[in-house]
C-alpha cells in the first residue's frame, strides 16, 4: 500500500466518486504522494517565514497554532524531518499537550507573495532538554528565546492549487523592493544630468 489513503481518506474517495472528481484523482492515488524532502520543497520552506501546525487530542479535537519566525525557521533535519525551534509564548501549551497523547500532526506552509502553498501530513515530536538540537534549529540573532524543540517527521506532501491566494508582501520585501527601485530611479537621474551637461557644453538647448 501507499501513502494515499492518508492523504485521500476513505471518505475522501467516496466523496470523490459521488462528486465526480474521482477520475482526476485516480493516477495519483494509484501513485501515491512524495513523502521525502525534494530540492523543490527545501527551497520552499528556507523562503517562508510563517506555517500553521495542526494537532489534535487524543479524542480527536483539533487545534491549529501559527508559527513563525526569520525566513527558513523551519530547518530540514534529513530527507524525512523537519524542525524548528519553539519559542516562548503565552505558555498555554496546547500543541505540546495534543503531541503528549497524539502525534499525528500537520503542517500548512504559505507563501502568499508567491501564490503558493504545500500541505504535509505526519508525525510530531517535542524534544525537551536538548541543547545542542535547539542551537542547530534557532536562527541566531532573532529576538526570541528558544525553549524546546519541535520535530516535523513526513508522510505524505502535496502541492495545493494557488486559486483565491490573495497576493501579499512583508514590510521588508516591499523596503528591499523599493531599494531596487531607488536605485533605477538614481541612475537614472544620474544618466540624465549627464545628457544634459553633454548637450549644455555643445551649445544646445
Given at each position: 500500500?501507499?501513502?494515499?489513503?492518508?492523504?485521500?481518506?476513505?471518505?475522501?474517495?467516496?466523496?470523490?466518486?459521488?462528486?465526480?472528481?474521482?477520475?482526476?484523482?485516480?493516477?495519483?492515488?494509484?501513485?501515491?504522494?512524495?513523502?521525502?524532502?525534494?530540492?523543490?520543497?527545501?527551497?520552499?520552506?528556507?523562503?517562508?517565514?510563517?506555517?500553521?501546525?495542526?494537532?489534535?487530542?487524543?479524542?480527536?479535537?483539533?487545534?491549529?497554532?501559527?508559527?513563525?519566525?526569520?525566513?527558513?525557521?523551519?530547518?530540514?533535519?534529513?530527507?524525512?524531518?523537519?524542525?524548528?525551534?519553539?519559542?516562548?509564548?503565552?505558555?498555554?501549551?496546547?500543541?505540546?499537550?495534543?503531541?503528549?497523547?497524539?502525534?499525528?500532526?500537520?503542517?500548512?506552509?504559505?507563501?502568499?507573495?508567491?501564490?503558493?502553498?504545500?500541505?504535509?501530513?505526519?508525525?510530531?515530536?517535542?524534544?525537551?532538554?536538548?541543547?545542542?538540537?535547539?542551537?542547530?534549529?534557532?536562527?541566531?540573532?532573532?529576538?526570541?528565546?528558544?525553549?524546546?524543540?519541535?520535530?516535523?517527521?513526513?508522510?505524505?506532501?502535496?502541492?495545493?492549487?494557488?486559486?483565491?491566494?490573495?497576493?501579499?508582501?512583508?514590510?521588508?520585501?516591499?523596503?528591499?523592493?523599493?531599494?531596487?527601485?531607488q536605485e533605477k530611479v538614481?541612475?537614472?537621474?544620474?544618466?540624465?544630468?549627464?545628457?544634459?551637461?553633454l548637450l549644455a557644453t555643445?551649445?544646445?538647448?
Amino acid at each position: 500500500m501507499n501513502n494515499a489513503s492518508l492523504v485521500f481518506t476513505p471518505a475522501a474517495q467516496q466523496a470523490q466518486a459521488e462528486r465526480g472528481s474521482s477520475t482526476a484523482y485516480a493516477g495519483r492515488i494509484a501513485e501515491g504522494f512524495p513523502d521525502t524532502v525534494t530540492p523543490e520543497l527545501a527551497q520552499f520552506i528556507a523562503q517562508l517565514d510563517t506555517a500553521f501546525l495542526a494537532t489534535a487530542t487524543a479524542g480527536g479535537a483539533p487545534y491549529i497554532q501559527h508559527r513563525g519566525g526569520p525566513k527558513g525557521f523551519i530547518k530540514v533535519i534529513d530527507e524525512k524531518t523537519l524542525g524548528f525551534a519553539d519559542y516562548r509564548g503565552n505558555r498555554q501549551y496546547i500543541t505540546l499537550a495534543n503531541l503528549s497523547e497524539n502525534d499525528r500532526a500537520y503542517l500548512f506552509l504559505l507563501d502568499p507573495a508567491r501564490r503558493q502553498r504545500i500541505k504535509l501530513w505526519g508525525r510530531a515530536r517535542v524534544v525537551e532538554n536538548d541543547a545542542a538540537l535547539v542551537e542547530k534549529l534557532f536562527d541566531a540573532g532573532y529576538k526570541a528565546k528558544p525553549e524546546r524543540a519541535i520535530l516535523f517527521t513526513i508522510e505524505a506532501w502535496d502541492v495545493n492549487c494557488s486559486q483565491h491566494i490573495v497576493t501579499r508582501f512583508t514590510e521588508t520585501e516591499i523596503e528591499e523592493a523599493f531599494a531596487v527601485v531607488q536605485e533605477k530611479v538614481a541612475a537614472l537621474q544620474a544618466e540624465n544630468e549627464r545628457l544634459r551637461a553633454l548637450l549644455a557644453t555643445a551649445g544646445l538647448p
